[in-house]
């Protein structure tokens, strides 16, 4: 069984498909081209229009955003200014939340709860990038002898490519835009062509809090005609994409023929270890909550359930009793916390991970069967058990609401079945032995490991990933130095005494 808040037709009041522009050196354009019509996953009517930008688009952003930085004011602002433009733009958020939060719901399929939160949340790291905007320094050296001083400069690094995924449309690109702009970058903005909404009205807010024309740019549209300019083009110095593996290889090797910096945030296939001292009331929750939230369409899923061999028949009853109470449906519905599936594509590719299982010899625990509520596309949340480490639904991202149970009898075993995948992004430990958790937490590969709890986070927190689930750290106290360049000043005091070549007799 499972429990579901029937679609509502009449959820959308007078919602009318809303037209975006995209913002191009501080102009407001249509594009010339046929726009992308957005179908809500949930109600399966067009909710909104963006203009599918081209090349030339892109290429016109990122020269706008190159002559904000090489001759406009951002860069050459004072950190308190700067600062100042940001927690203004962060009150603006704020008064807009609701408006936000709703087009992240219709786009995304999202629940609208589940979206205020996530607002809330972006509109602290607005916050906090600029606390960090006046905290960016560099270093000197007074002790290097009495003839040299030795000072280091921060500077912005420049033009930056932000590229941003469909399934936190608001929360990712305010995970990366605010510590760019606290460090005096400018930048070329590219949502996901599916959720662009909340980052264009994001545009309007910036302008509104003061930002110059040039330093955003917002382009919407493909990644083959947008993403591959903003990954590939010489006047940008960096690149921060979050997204699938798959398209974060294929931006470093763009980004590999200039040479770019590049942040990746990519996927992740992430284990919660359970020993059994752990306490379950505790973690039951979290292992609904860390397979559920945002139907598993989140890097951070905890999509596989390393359970020690002792408790792992109680602890799947366990889950599957409370997993029948998880509410899916209708995202505009506030009780609904798991929503839709982001396209009929993605459910089909969910739902041949979960009859691939089957057909390798897990069985279904609950669920595993895509629902009809009649309209949009819904998968039930499911359990797969009797899952092996070599199956595909073990070691592959599903990016959806299905979580594998797997076992273990030593910590050995535990940390290598958890190691043995291509992902380190994130991973979970529950034992009331610290010691134990400490243990795994340590010989465990990823880039977070959450101790008796999961998914927990804060903007001082640093996020990312091991091996292939990315490279560089965001958000924490060092977020704006990743957007920086370091300049090293070595400087001579007095007269020179120390020369490589003789020195002639002057003449008379």
């Known amino acids: 069984m499972v429990m579901t808040v029937l679609v509502n037709p009449k959820a959308l009041g007078d919602h009318r498909a809303r037209d975006f522009k995209m913002l191009v050196d501080g102009k407001w354009e249509a594009g010339s081209s046929q726009p992308i019509e957005r179908i809500a996953p949930s109600h399966g009517v067009v909710v909104s229009r963006f203009p599918a930008g081209s090349k030339a688009d892109a290429e016109r952003a990122i020269l706008a955003a190159r002559k904000a930085f090489d001759h406009g004011p951002w860069p050459r602002m004072t950190a308190s200014e700067r600062s100042a433009v940001l927690l203004k733009a962060a009150g603006l958020i704020t008064a807009r939340a609701e408006e ?15 979206v205020r939160g996530e607002i809330a949340g972006s509109v602290d790291i607005w916050r906090y990038a600029a606390a960090l905007a006046r905290d960016l320094h560099g270093e000197s050296y007074n002790t290097l002898g009495d003839g040299t001083l030795g000072v280091v400069l921060r500077e912005a690094i420049g033009v930056v490519s932000i590229i941003t995924p469909w399934n936190f449309p608001f929360l990712i690109v305010g995970q990366k835009l605010p510590f760019a702009l606290a460090a005096g970058c400018t930048t070329a903005v590219k949502p996901s062509e599916l959720t662009s909404g909340s980052t264009l009205v994001l545009g309007e807010i910036l302008q509104e809090a003061g930002v110059p024309d040039g330093v955003v740019n917002i382009v919407t549209g493909t990644g083959p005609e947008v993403g591959a300019i903003m990954t590939s083009h010489p006047a940008v110095d960096m690149i921060s994409f979050t997204g699938s593996t798959g398209v974060g290889k294929l931006t470093m090797t763009n980004a590999a023929q200039t040479l770019k910096k590049v942040s990746l945030e990519l996927g992740g296939k992430n284990p ?44 799947v009853r366990r889950v599957v009793e409370l997993a029948k109470d998880v509410k899916v449906g209708d995202p505009l519905d506030p009780t609904t916390q798991v929503g839709a599936i982001i396209t009929p594509q993605h459910l089909e590719k969910i739902a041949g991970y ?21 309209m949009g596309q819904y998968m039930a949340p499911t359990i797969l058990e009797a899952v092996t480490p070599s199956m595909a639904v073990a070691r592959e991202e599903v990016f959806g609401p299905v979580l594998s149970v797997l076992t273990f009898e030593t910590t050995a075993e535990a940390i290598e079945i958890a190691n043995a995948i291509d992902y380190g992004l994130s991973a979970g430990v529950w034992s009331r032995d610290f010691d134990t958790c400490l243990t795994v937490g340590r010989r465990v590969r990823a880039g977070t490991v959450w101790m008796n709890t999961f998914m927990d986070g804060a903007s001082e927190l640093p996020f990312g990933g091991y091996k292939q689930s990315g490279l560089g750290r965001e958000l924490g106290r060092r977020a704006v130095e990743d957007y920086t360049e370091t300049k090293t000043f070595n400087m001579h005091i007095g007269s020179r005494t120390n020369w490589w070549m003789p020195q002639r007799e002057k003449l008379a």
């Open 272 to 315: 919660q270890i359970v020993f059994p001292d752990a306490d379950l009331d505790a973690f039951i929750d979290a292992a609904v909550f860390g397979a559920y939230f945002n139907a598993g369409e989140c890097c951070n899923a905890g999509s596989r359930l390393i359970l020690h061999k002792n408790i792992a028949s109680n602890v």
């Open 354 to 374: 979960v009859a691939g299982a089957t057909s390798s010899g897990a069985q279904v625990a609950h669920g595993g069967d895509k629902l009809d509520l009649g």
């Open 100 to 114: 936000l939060a709703f087009l992240d719901a219709i786009e995304a399929g999202k629940p609208i709860s589940q």
